[in-house]
């Protein structure tokens, strides 16, 4: 099957709250400010770039987390 390990570090890497929570604050607040407190339209594809770049890098720090833990 897999990796007892891999599972373990995908766990470890998928599990920080702080970045998970800190991603999903940035987007809601960018979605929020974009759609509900000032609806513009560049501003909506400014929030979509926020949002975006807020993803990537989430996914490139979970990546190298994972790759820090796993055991190959």
């Known amino acids: 099957m897999g990796d007892p390990n891999a ?3 995908t766990r470890a ?3 920080d709250r702080l ?3 800190l991603a999903l604050a940035i ?3 960018a979605a929020f400010v974009a759609f509900v407190a000032v609806p513009d339209e560049r501003l909506q594809y400014a929030a ?3 949002a975006f ?3 990537m890098a989430w996914f490139v720090a979970a990546a190298v987390d994972w ?6």
């Open 27 to 29: 987007v809601t607040l």
């Open 19 to 21: 970045r998970n929570g």
């Open 53 to 55: 770049t807020v993803w």
């Open 7 to 9: 599972k373990a570090a």
């Open 67 to 72: 790759l820090s833990r796993a055991d190959f």
């Open 48 to 50: 979509a770039l926020v």
């Open 13 to 15: 890497a998928l599990g």
